[in-house]
């Protein structure tokens, strides 16, 4: 089946600095998403990617669709506190009929003071 | 807060047992799709309905099985319990889930412990 691999497993950077994670995959996607989950809570959505090259931005968060359509890398600019968290690429290759995502293991941000 | 929401948020039961998580919807989406979370195998897709109607399969156990009703609210039923199936089970919703777009928002999560 479709893998993801991400990377870097964990980050530990000081405050104000800024971070770069990458998700590639064995297989083709047609669909990028990142997502971003804190202890006991639910993933959520940072920002979606439909095609490739495709650049996108959200506050301090920019994420890119691969040109190959088999990774995609997301960079947090000037990191603050609550940034600190676990954040998961995803994949689908959904052509006419959905299918569930495939996540890759995710990074766990940590932000020293 | 996403819109999804998922019940109960804790659930403590024994092996082989059965038990019945149940999800709603962001309001107007038609697509559900349920996965379960653990420290070893990270977020696994389990399945995915679409207006009532099951469209896709994942790692799903024979032992699970899930649901939509008309209402669009869907239910994951676990059964025959053992240790390993422990873990955090998500719900999320999306739009269509067909044509797109495929963002899928997550509820909350129920935390299973077996």
């Known amino acids: 089946g479709q893998q993801l691999n991400q990377s870097p497993q964990s980050m530990f950077i000081q405050e104000g600095e800024d971070v770069s994670m990458n998700c590639t995959s064995s297989s083709i996607f047609n669909t990028w998403l990142w997502y971003k989950q804190d202890p006991g809570e639910g993933p959520v959505l940072l920002i979606a990617?439909?095609?490739?090259?495709e650049l996108t931005s959200n506050g301090r968060l920019t994420a890119q669709f691969g040109i190959t359509r088999k990774d995609s890398f997301l960079n947090i600019s000037a990191s603050i506190p609550s940034d600190v968290g676990i954040y998961f690429c995803a994949g689908t290759y959904s052509g006419g009929g959905a299918d569930g995502l495939t996540f890759g293991k995710g990074t766990h941000l940590i932000i020293q003071p | 807060d996403s819109g999804v929401t998922q019940t109960p948020k804790h659930l403590i039961t024994a092996t082989g047992q059965r038990v019945t998580l149940r999800c709603s919807p962001r309001?107007?989406?038609?697509?559900v799709y349920w996965y379960q979370q653990s420290l070893d195998q990270g977020l696994q897709f389990l399945i995915q309905?679409?207006?009532?109607?099951?469209?896709a399969k994942g790692n799903i156990l024979e032992r699970f099985s899930a649901q939509q009703f008309p209402d669009l609210h869907s239910e994951l039923n676990l059964s025959s319990l053992e240790l390993g199936d422990s873990a955090l089970y998500f719900c999320?919703?999306?739009?269509?889930?067909?044509?797109?777009?495929?963002?899928?928002?997550f509820g909350p999560g129920t935390r299973l412990t077996v």
């Open positions: 990617l439909y095609k490739a090259g």
């Open positions: 309001s107007g989406d038609l697509s």
């Open positions: 309905y679409y207006n009532g109607e099951e469209r």
């Open positions: 999320a919703s999306s739009v269509d889930g067909l044509a797109g777009p495929y963002e899928q928002y």
